[in-house]
């Protein structure tokens, strides 16, 4: 079956720019996950979703991020006033509600000027 | 200190070696450990998942996992040049958010 989709898979932007980056989850799966992995390093969580509500945020970094996932199925990851410190491999992934697996997209590549 | 450490490598084995790759972690409420395997410009991809202690195999992979030391293992036998990749442990207490380590990068020589 279809895995885990995420658009765009890249992405290049300016300092203070506003950019969104989509999640499609796998099929019938509640959680998603959103993490971030920077060069060389392993990817850092940022926000989990139980449903449509945020469960846990604890990750994100500072306001400029904001998440959301209305409908219980697609998520956008949404950074306001882009920083380059930003730029990094933006990750999602989603489980099954009773299950500790998590299945990855293949990331948005944001490179911000 | 970060919670979960791993030896970045690289690693450079010859095909058929047997690989041998190390965590190590802090945090004792740890219960759920993973190995994903990622390749350059790719999303990590579910090798393994265990629960708790012990052994798990499947097919060339081998995880263990010991809590009594904080200290879970992957081993690959027989290695293939196209289980050359960068391979990363990851963890959690309640089966939801993963802490990661810094991944290994193996490469395994025709």
Known sequence: GAGVSQTPSNKVTEKGKYVELRCDPISGHTALYWYRQSLGQGPEFLIYFQGTGAADDSGLPNDRFFAVRPEGSVSTLKIQRTERGDSAVYLCASSPQDEGTQYFGPGTRLLVL | QKEVEQD??????????????????????????????????????????????????????????????????????????SDSATYLCAMSWAGNMLTFGGGTRLMVKP
Not at chain 2, 14 to 31: D, K, M
Not at chain 2, 34 to 45: F, H, I, L, T, V
Not at chain 2, 50 to 74: H, M, P, W
């Open chain 2, 8 to 81: 970045p490598g690289p690693l450079s084995v010859p095909e058929g070696a047997i690989v041998s790759l190390n965590c190590t972690y802090s945090n004792s409420a740890f219960q759920y450990f993973m190995w994903y395997r990622q390749y350059s410009r790719k999303g990590p991809e579910l090798l393994m998942y265990t629960y708790s202690s012990g052994n798990k195999e499947d097919g060339r992979f081998t995880a263990q996992v010991d809590k009594s030391s904080k200290y879970i293992s992957l081993f690959i036998r027989d290695s293939q040049p």
